[in-house]
Nanobody
Framework: QVQLVESGGGLVPPGGSLTLSCASP???????????LGWYRQAPGKERELVAE???????NYAESVKGRFTISKNNSRKMLYLQMNNLKAEDTAVYYC??????????WGQGTRVTVSSGWGQGTQVTVSS
């Protein structure tokens, strides 16, 4: 069963902004509000790293590299987690994952959403017209 669903990734130029969202549709309100929530990212060729987290008690932590640029927030009633990313840099390019961890329980991961920060062209998309 899919526990977490991320959205909002895309291609953005340096200095741009994106907001990532993470829905937790199969989680009841009390469980969601009582969980530690976080955003991780994995850049090509690198290990997965913590970007930001918000604990069940409301404590917020950020990786040094994103402090002052990223903001994590949540809406318990909607069971949503967000990551507002401003002043994006090329080094922010990665697949971003949201996580949810209950006290003493497993950590659930989303499927990831790709963020690409580049001033160049996109990678292209194939269009085929055929009868």
């Amino acid at each position: 069963q899919v526990q977490l669903v991320e959205s909002g990734g895309g291609l953005v130029p340096p200095g741009g902004s994106l907001t990532l969202s993470c829905a937790s549709p199969r989680t009841i309100f009390s469980v969601f509000s009582g969980s530690d929530l976080g955003w991780y990212r994995q850049a090509p060729g690198k290990e997965r790293e913590l970007v930001a987290e918000i604990t069940r008690g409301g404590t917020v932590n950020y990786a040094e590299s994103v402090k002052g640029r990223f903001t994590i927030s949540k809406n318990n009633s909607r069971k949503m987690l967000y990551l507002q990313m401003n002043n994006l840099k090329a080094e922010d390019t990665a697949v971003y994952y949201c996580t949810r961890r209950e006290s003493g329980g497993p950590t659930y991961w989303g499927q990831g959403t790709r963020v690409t920060v580049s001033s160049g062209w996109g990678q292209g998309t194939q269009v085929t017209v055929s009868s």
